[in-house]
């Protein structure tokens, strides 16, 4: 089992859910509005001289489909470009 964190851009929540549950994801954790900056974005503080915020998406699923959802990552990542997505997935070590 493994633990995928999903941070992108607010503004392609659609897509990113739609690719997602494609990959077979079915239940997870949303947490909307947050705020960061990564090393190729623009800050998104929410604020006037920064506007926008990021969603972070996170799930816990079988390795195979930790996987796919990766694979649906590089993709938008691809076709989204400027927009802005970033995933990591993390071992499980124990979960009750």
């Known amino acids: 089992m493994k633990m995928i964190l999903i941070a992108y851009n607010a503004a392609i929540d659609d897509e990113v859910m739609e690719a997602v549950e494609s990959a077979g994801v079915d239940s997870f954790t949303k947490i909307p509005e947050v705020l960061g900056k990564g090393h190729t974005s623009e800050p998104h503080f929410h604020t006037d001289v920064w506007p926008g915020y990021n969603t972070l998406l996170l799930a816990?699923?079988?390795?195979?489909?930790?996987?796919?959802?990766?694979?649906?990552?590089?993709?938008?990542?691809?076709t989204l470009g400027k927009e802005g997505i970033k995933a990591f997935s993390v071992k499980i070590e124990e979960m009750t």
């Open 60 to 78: 816990v699923a079988e390795d195979e489909i930790v996987a796919g959802v990766m694979k649906v990552v590089r993709n938008l990542r691809t």
